[in-house]
């Protein structure tokens, strides 16, 4: 993968997570529970997740990836995002 990919990947999960978390100052390595999310949020950025990026990321990964920087590494090792 490329630097300018993860890049982009990362850009944009952290645009849902601020969307959805309804921060703007939210750091890669910001902890999703610490910020107040919940599993109403997480399930409406799951679905974030396969509309904008045309990935399926299972409940399991979110939890274990809490973070922009933990599920942006997650998502770019399935290789398959949407490029616009």
Sequence with gaps: MTNERTAMIADRVHAIWCRELKRDNISPDDD???LGGQSVIMVQIQGAFMDE????????????????A??????ESLGAVASS
Excluded at 70 to 75: D, V
Aim: a negative charge; zero cysteines; aromatic letters at 16%.
């Design 32 to 34: 999703f529970f610490a």
């Design 53 to 68: 990026l045309n990935v399926e990321v299972p409940m399991d990964q979110m939890f274990l990836n809490p973070t922009v």
């Design 70 to 75: 933990s599920i942006t590494a997650y998502i």
